[in-house]
C-alpha cells in the first residue's frame, strides 16, 4: 500500500514533466520552421532578455519587487486593523471595516487603479506630486499603484488575518486577562503570535499573487517589468521572443519566493501536532501540487 502511495505521485510528475517538455520542443520547432513565411524564433533575442539583460529590464525588475514588498506590507498593516476592526464589540468600527472589505473585495484592481490615480487628480482631491528622498525620486504613478494595491490587498489580509486570530484557543485570551493583560496586550503578545502560524501560508500566496498583479500597473504609467517588456517588443516587434522572456521572469520570481515560503512554513511547523516528518511541504510539492511521500495533494494558490 505504502509502496503505491509514493509511486503514483512520481509517475505524475514524470509525466506532467514529459508533457511540458515536449510541448516546448514542438513549439519552438514549429517557430524555427524553415518554410517561406513561416515564423522565425529569434533565440539572440529571448537568451539576450533572461542571462544579459540590460538596464531597462533590470530596473523594471527591481521596481516590481519594491512595488510588491511595499504594497504588501500596507496589506497586512490594514489586513490586521480590518480584522480587529470586524471583530470589534463597537458597532460603528465594525461597520467601517465590514464596508472597506466590502468594496475593495468586490471591486476589479485595474478599475481601483485608474480611479485613485485619474480620478483622484481629476477631481484635484490629489495630484499625486513626485516625492524625492535623497536620490530616490518616487513618482506620482508609482506612488498612487503601491496605494492601491495595499488597499486592496488589505482587504483580502483581513479575512486571512481574522481567521488566524479565530483559529488561536479562546482560553489564551481568557488566561492572559486572568493574568492582568489588557485586551490589546493580551492581542498583540499572546494571540497574534500563535496565529501567525495559520497566517504565514496564505500571507506567502498572496505575496506570490502580488509579484504578478503589479504588471496591472502598466495602465497608470508605471513601467515595472512587463511594461518594460511592452516596451521593448513595441521597438523591436518581436512579441513572442520578449512576452515569453517577462513569463520566464516572472515565473522566476515566483518560484525564488515559494522557495522562500517553503522555507519559512517548514521552520513555524516545527514542534507543531500533526507536522509532516520534513516540517512543511518541499518545494517540489508546492510548485506541482504532489507530496513526494503520499498521496495527497497540496492545497493553496500560487
Not at 524564433?41 to 533590470?58: E, T
Not at 480590518?82 to 458597532?91: D, E, F, I, P, T
Not at 486571512?160 to 483559529?167: D, P, T
Request: glycine residues 12%.
Amino acid at each position: 500500500m505504502t509502496a503505491l502511495r509514493l509511486t503514483r505521485p512520481n509517475r505524475a510528475f514524470r509525466r506532467a514533466l514529459a508533457v511540458a517538455v515536449l510541448g516546448l520542443v514542438c513549439l519552438l520547432l514549429a517557430g524555427c520552421s524553415s518554410a517561406k513565411g513561416s515564423f522565425q524564433f529569434q533565440s539572440g533575442i529571448f537568451f539576450n532578455a533572461i542571462f544579459g539583460p540590460d538596464n531597462q529590464i533590470k530596473s523594471g525588475l527591481l521596481l516590481t519587487v519594491t512595488i510588491s514588498i511595499a504594497a504588501q506590507f500596507i496589506g497586512v498593516v490594514l489586513g490586521v486593523f480590518a480584522a480587529l476592526g470586524k471583530m470589534s464589540r463597537v458597532r460603528p468600527i465594525r461597520w467601517f471595516a465590514n464596508v472597506y472589505v466590502w468594496v475593495f473585495r468586490g471591486t476589479p484592481l485595474i478599475v481601483q487603479l485608474v480611479f485613485f490615480y485619474f480620478g483622484l487628480g481629476v477631481a484635484k482631491i490629489y495630484l499625486w506630486p513626485d516625492i524625492t528622498i535623497g536620490p530616490v525620486t518616487i513618482e506620482g504613478a508609482i506612488q498612487a499603484g503601491i496605494f492601491a494595491l495595499g488597499l486592496n490587498e488589505g482587504a483580502y489580509m483581513a479575512e486571512i488575518v481574522r481567521a488566524g486570530i479565530l483559529a488561536v484557543d479562546t482560553g489564551q485570551m481568557e488566561a492572559a486577562r486572568a493574568l492582568g493583560m489588557t485586551p490589546g496586550k493580551a492581542m498583540r503578545r499572546i494571540v497574534l503570535p500563535q496565529a501567525a502560524r495559520v497566517i504565514i501560508p496564505p500571507l506567502g500566496n498572496e505575496f506570490n499573487n502580488m509579484l504578478k498583479t503589479t504588471s496591472l500597473l502598466f495602465v497608470i504609467g508605471v513601467v515595472e517589468l512587463y511594461s518594460t517588456f511592452n516596451i521593448k517588443q513595441g521597438e523591436d516587434y518581436r512579441p513572442f521572443e520578449l512576452y515569453l522572456a517577462c513569463a520566464v521572469w516572472f515565473l522566476l520570481l515566483t518560484t525564488i519566493w515559494g522557495f522562500i515560503q517553503s522555507l519559512i512554513e517548514r521552520r513555524l511547523a516545527r514542534g507543531t501536532p500533526g507536522a509532516a516528518v520534513g516540517g512543511g511541504p518541499s518545494l517540489r510539492a508546492r510548485m506541482i501540487g504532489l507530496r513526494s511521500n503520499s498521496g495527497n495533494q497540496i492545497g493553496g494558490r500560487m
